[in-house]
């Protein structure tokens, strides 16, 4: 069942198991399924993103991570709001693209892709705009790796009174965080991320006295938060229109998984672990890393090219014939190839990766 291993930050390369749990046909309205399966996910969701379990509920939505980004900022965002978007990469670009598709009212400010967020920045522009509402920022911007220093920005939005949206598609489930001590009040993540699931659905972990106002603010059926919600909560685990029922399943399994390997403390250091062997044996090799360790986060890695010779699609090809698919780079400023660490996968996986990058080069 394994070609090759995914080194990419997902779809990425899952466990027999979890893929094994999408074997069986499920009913949707059957208990088996949606009480026992949808509703455990939606409770263990909540459980791993804070200990202030009550006040925070977890929407699941069909589609990829965009979807319930689109999803959230279109249910939580009314005309009478003003949204500031922080961006240093892709992924906080993207969340301009949804505001100017729904002709939200909002502001972008845009930083340098190989710079965090800048916490000052950010306290300057709220202390001289008063009428921003909602302030939404990406964890780990999935573009370069970096991550954005969350806990100061948070701080700094509830200081001056905003609500918090949060893009963590590529971190929750392997960077420790806890929504209610940051103060955050939409939270977004999808399965085939840190959770190692496959893809098919995303969530949002919301808190409720937030949720609460976004009845009938969605322009858009399919994508309304608040109604998902609450056929969710009403129906105990019924989703609105079919749901992806085999990837769900596989979702329990990646989340049991989860908590067998000890939480997202044991995941994140495993993930730590495995940058570490990865960054190492890459500089042994004379590959440099495009930012600074610092601010990198140990989820994926963006290299620069060793030289203007370098072929990357040769590299590529000859990389996956040798059992590891790895993933172009996002930027425009520098040329990168990046390489991810989350996934079922290890250090010793990375070990074979640097024996197998070492005999690619030397051929
Ligand atoms: C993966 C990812 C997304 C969602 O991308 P999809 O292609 O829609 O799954 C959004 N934000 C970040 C930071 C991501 O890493």
């Known amino acids: ?68 980004v689109e999803a959230t900022l279109g249910s939580v965002i009314t005309p009478k709001h003003k949204l500031l978007i922080l961006s240093n990469g892709a992924y906080g670009d993207r969340m301009g693209n949804i505001a100017e598709y729904h002709g939200m009212n909002y502001d972008m400010l845009a930083f340098d892709e190989t710079e965090q967020v800048s916490v000052e920045y950010v306290d300057d522009y709220l202390a001289h705009n008063a009428e921003i509402t909602h302030v939404a920022v990406v964890h780990c911007e999935t573009t370069t790796g970096i991550l954005n220093p969350l806990k100061e920005i948070a701080h700094m939005v509830k200081m001056h009174g905003k609500k918090l949206i949060v893009d963590a598609m590529s971190s929750f489930g392997g960077v420790p965080l806890d929504v209610e001590e940051l103060g955050i009040d939409f939270m977004i993540s999808s399965a085939n991320k840190c959770i190692q699931g496959v893809p098919g659905f995303g969530f949002i972990i919301a808190r409720k006295s937030e949720l609460a106002h976004c009845k009938g603010v969605s322009r858009s059926l399919s994508l309304d938060i608040y109604d998902q919600w609450e056929t969710m909560e009403k129906g105990h685990g019924k989703w609105r229109f079919t749901s992806p029922t085999h990837v769900v399943r596989a979702f329990k399994q990646a989340m049991d998984e989860l908590e067998a390997e000890g939480g997202v403390q044991a995941r994140h ?16 090799l004379g590959f440099k890393t495009l930012l600074d360790d610092t601010i990198q986060s140990p989820i994926i890695t963006s290299f620069l090219y060793p030289d203007a010779a370098f072929d990357f699609k040769e590299f590529y090809k000859q990389l996956k014939t040798k059992g590891f698919v790895i993933y172009p780079g996002k930027i425009s400023q520098a040329d990168t190839f990046r390489i991810g660490n989350i996934g079922d996968v290890f250090p010793e996986d990375f070990s074979r990766l640097i024996d197998a990058i070492k005999s690619t080069i030397k051929a």
């Open 1 to 68: 069942m394994r070609p090759y291993l995914l080194l990419t930050p997902g779809p990425l390369t899952t466990s027999e198991t979890v893929k094994t749990a999408m074997m069986t046909d499920w009913c949707t309205w059957d208990e088996d399924y949606n009480v026992h399966i949808v509703e455990e996910i939606r409770k263990g969701l909540v459980k791993l993103a804070t200990h202030k379990t009550d006040e925070y509920t977890a929407v699941l939505l069909q589609g990829s991570g965009t979807y319930c």
């Open 269 to 284: 250091e495993r993930y730590c672990r495995n940058h570490e062997v990865l960054v190492a044996g890459m500089r042994s």
